[in-house]
C-alpha cells in the first residue's frame, strides 16, 4: 500500500510504477511515474539525493531531467528494477522518507490533471510485427481465400516490416485523415482523395532498453533483458490506400501517416506477475525461437472504444486479450536480430493487430465490419463501417491478478478532415 490514496480500479496502483514524460505550464519535459491520480517527478526526488544508493544510476538529476527516457532506458535492467524497486518503497506508506517531508512531497507529487504527457521516448526505428494467428488468418481468408489464409512462411517466423518513427504520436494526438491513391472499382485506374475506409488497430508495442551490436543477435532467453517495457499502440489505417499500394513491398502511405502509443511505459518487471503459457505452436520453431516451454504470453485484458462524431459517449467495440498473440515479444526480438540487425535504443516494436478467437475479440474495424459488409451498431441508433471525421478511439489495457491491478492508462486519438487543397 502507498500513503497516496488509489482507487481499486486504478491501473497505476503501487504494483505498476510505469515510466513516463511529463510537463507543467513554463516547465521543460522531464520523466516521472504516476501512482494512481497523481505523478511524481523524479528529477525532483534525483535532486534531493532519493537516488544516490542505486548502482548505475550516476548523476540521477541529469537522467530524470531528460524530455525523453533514452538515456534511463540505456543504463540496463539491472538498473531499472533497482530504481523500480526504490521508487516503491519510497511511495510505500511504510516508508517515512517522502511521506514525512512535506515540503518536498508539494514539489515532487502532483495532480495528473495539471500535467502534459508527452512521447516517452525519442524512437530511432519502428518495427510492426504481424503476430496475431486469428487476425492474420481473418484478412487472409477475406482476400485471399479460407484455403490460402496464412502465407506458407507465417507459423515459421514472425512476419514484420519497417514502419515511420517520425509519425508515431503521443495519446491525446489528433491526425488528419490522410489522402492518397485508392481504387474505387476494382480494375479501373486509381483515384486521389482522402482515404474513405480509416481504421484503427489494437496493438501493444515493446520498447527496446539496450540493444545490440551489429552482428551479433539477440537471443530468445535473454531478449527480455533488453526489453524496457510495453505500450498500447493504435496503428491507424487507411485501408483503401493500403490495399492499393501494399503489394509487392508492404504496407507505406496507409499506416506512415501516424501511430499513436499511451503515454506511461510499464515496465517488464510489473508485468511479470502475469505471464501464461501462449498459444501452441505448431511446427515447432526452429531452435532460435524455441523457447522451451517457458511462459511468454501475457495476461492483458484489452480493449477499444469508439465514441462517433455525433454520440457523446464511447462504445466499447472489442475485447480482446495480449495472450492470443501467437508470436511472443521474446521472439520478435530474437527474429529482428538473428541476422545481426543491431537494435537501439528507444527502437519500438509492434505486436501487429491483436484479435481473438471470437468475433467481439477482432482487433480491428476491418475484421469487425468484414471489410465493410456489415455495419457495427452503436448507442443511439449510430452505425459504423469504418472512422468518419471526428470519430475518437480509445484503447485501454489492464492485468488484473490476485488482487493487483496493473494498467497502461488509454491510448486515445481523434481523426479530423483530411486538409484541403
Not at 284 to 303: C, H, K, Q, R, V
Request: hydrophobic share 35%; net charge negative; proline share 6%.
Amino acid at each position: 500500500m502507498s500513503f497516496i490514496q488509489v482507487s481499486a480500479d486504478s491501473d497505476f496502483s503501487i504494483h505498476n510504477i510505469p515510466f513516463g514524460i511529463i510537463s507543467t505550464a513554463g516547465t521543460s519535459p522531464r520523466v516521472a511515474t504516476r501512482i494512481g491520480d497523481h505523478v511524481v517527478d523524479l528529477s525532483v526526488l534525483a535532486q534531493a539525493g532519493l537516488f544516490s544508493s542505486i548502482d548505475g544510476l550516476k548523476d540521477a538529476h541529469n537522467v530524470f531531467s531528460q524530455p525523453v527516457l533514452n538515456t534511463f532506458m540505456s543504463l540496463g535492467k539491472p538498473v531499472w528494477t533497482a530504481t523500480r524497486n526504490h521508487i516503491q518503497k519510497l511511495l510505500s506508506e511504510s516508508e517515512p522518507t517522502l511521506r514525512d517531508n512535506q515540503e518536498l512531497r508539494q514539489k515532487a507529487i502532483l495532480p495528473v490533471s495539471s500535467v502534459t504527457n508527452h512521447l516517452p521516448a525519442n524512437i530511432g526505428d519502428y518495427t510492426d510485427f504481424y503476430a496475431s494467428k486469428e487476425h492474420a488468418t481473418n484478412v487472409g481468408v477475406m482476400f485471399r481465400g479460407k484455403e490460402n489464409a496464412l502465407m506458407p512462411n507465417w507459423t515459421h517466423l514472425p512476419v514484420g516490416y519497417h514502419g515511420r518513427a517520425s509519425s508515431v504520436v503521443v495519446s491525446g494526438t489528433e491526425l488528419k485523415r490522410p489522402r492518397g491513391q485508392r481504387t474505387i472499382v476494382k480494375g479501373e485506374p486509381p483515384q486521389y482523395g482522402p482515404s474513405v475506409r480509416m481504421d484503427c488497430e489494437l496493438e501493444m508495442a515493446f520498447l527496446v532498453g539496450t540493444g545490440n551490436n551489429l552482428g551479433e543477435p539477440i537471443t530468445v532467453q535473454n531478449a527480455k533483458d533488453h526489453m524496457f517495457g510495453v505500450v498500447l499502440m493504435n496503428d491507424w489505417s487507411a485501408r483503401d490506400i493500403q490495399a492499393w499500394e501494399y503489394v509487392p513491398l508492404g504496407p507505406f502511405l496507409g499506416k506512415n501517416f501516424g501511430t499513436t502509443v499511451s503515454a506511461w511505459v510499464v515496465t517488464m518487471d510489473a508485468l511479470e506477475p502475469f505471464l501464461v503459457p501462449g498459444p501452441k505452436q505448431d511446427p515447432t520453431p526452429l531452435p532460435y525461437l524455441f523457447e522451451n516451454g517457458i511462459p511468454s504470453a501475457y495476461d492483458i485484458n484489452l480493449e477499444i472504444k469508439l465514441k462517433p462524431a455525433e454520440g457523446s459517449n464511447y462504445d466499447v467495440i472489442s475485447r480482446s486479450n495480449l495472450k492470443y498473440m501467437y508470436w511472443s515479444f521474446a521472439q520478435q526480438l530474437a527474429h529482428h536480430t538473428v541476422n545481426g540487425c543491431n537494435m537501439r535504443t528507444g527502437d519500438l516494436c509492434g505486436s501487429g493487430t491483436i484479435s481473438g478467437p471470437t468475433k467481439d475479440s477482432y482487433g480491428s474495424l476491418l475484421e469487425l465490419t468484414w471489410s465493410g459488409e456489415h455495419e457495427l451498431e452503436l448507442a443511439g441508433g449510430i452505425k459504423r463501417k469504418f472512422l468518419q471525421d471526428n470519430d475518437e478511439m480509445v484503447l485501454a489495457g489492464w492485468c488484473e491478478k490476485d488482487g493487483v491491478r496493473v494498467g497502461f492508462g488509454e491510448c486515445h486519438g481523434k481523426i479530423l478532415p483530411a486538409s484541403q487543397e
